[in-house]
């Protein structure tokens, strides 16, 4: 890894933990989840990072991919798991970081189940060690402490201004004979749950991206092209972040953009027997 790389994940890295611990401070019941979000994203600005993504805040059966929508009234209440996943970009180079808090509570045993084995797996993470090898030792802590790993979630490695790149890493064990690579940085995160273990598409869909160039017909529509593209660097966006484009023609442009494949959207993931999720995820740079 070239030196200016190496120094830019460093950035990334401590503007992640650094906004990892300002969310962990902030999770409180009766906080409204824009708050929280719209707080973290500031902070990593303010540190001289950008958001590789908005800030998601999955709340109870929601694994992942929700994020506060404009003037969002959600509020945090007791006894939810509250799942936060921060992005962080330093000139495309990208920490991924997620942490589970239920609210009121000061431990609960399926969130201990995703740290416990997040930390078997990072132990193991090593170059020439196999995907297979890793996603054995997560889903067979997971059962030993009585719980799921959700089978349709990954880790992955992370790629410059590409928040998953091959190989994913899965929680369940499968058969992937990939290696780990020396000079590659992967984010593993642990899905654990109550439930069945597999998640479903849900709605509403607040996350998009940039796909690519594409005539469409709304000028609020290439406006937003526009911005995906360059200003959120063709990385995940909110739909609250453009909504000073156009409050009225918002979901129009959206959809045009969606029907000329210019962007993807990625809507809320949800356990499909609506059980309690709970994540755990690290991103690090195998040397
Ligand atoms: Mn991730």
New binding site residues.
């Given amino acids: 890894m070239e030196k200016e790389e190496m120094q830019a994940y460093e950035k990334a890295f401590l503007i992640a933990e650094d906004t990892v611990g300002l969310a962990q401070k902030l999770v409180k019941e009766n906080l409204r989840a824009l708050e929280l979000a719209e707080k973290v994203e500031k902070r990593i600005l303010e540190l001289g990072g950008k958001p590789a993504w908005p800030v998601n805040i999955s709340i109870n059966e929601i694994a992942a991919h929700y994020t506060p929508s404009i003037g969002d009234n959600l509020v945090l209440k007791e006894d939810d798991f509250v799942k936060v996943d921060i992005g962080v970009q330093v000139n495309g180079y990208i920490c991924?970081r997620a942490f589970t808090v239920k609210v009121g509570s000061k431990s609960d045993p399926m969130i201990k189940a995703s740290e416990k084995a997040l930390d078997e797996c990072l132990k193991i993470i090593k170059p020439g060690v196999k995907v297979c090898e890793i996603s054995e030792v997560c889903e067979n802590t997971v059962n030993e402490m009585g719980f799921n790993v959700i089978r349709n979630l990954s880790g992955?490695r992370i790629d410059r201004y590409k928040q998953h790149a091959n190989p994913s890493i899965p929680n369940g064990k499968n058969s992937i004979q990939d290696e780990i690579q020396a000079g590659n940085v992967y984010?593993m995160?642990v899905f654990v749950t109550n439930g069945s273990g597999f998640v479903i598409e849900s709605s509403p869909t607040e996350i998009f991206q940039y796909n690519r160039d594409a005539a469409v017909r709304l000028w609020e529509a290439r406006k937003i092209l526009e911005l995906a593209k360059n200003e959120f660097d063709r990385l995940p966006f909110a739909k609250r972040w453009i909504a000073g484009v156009s409050p009225l023609k918002i979901d129009m442009a959206l959809k045009q953009l969606l029907e000329a494949e210019a962007i993807i959207e990625f809507p809320p993931l949800k356990e499909e027997s609506s059980g309690m999720v709970a994540v755990t995820?690290k991103s690090v740079i195998v040397k």
């Fill in positions: 991924d992955h984010a995160e995820e």
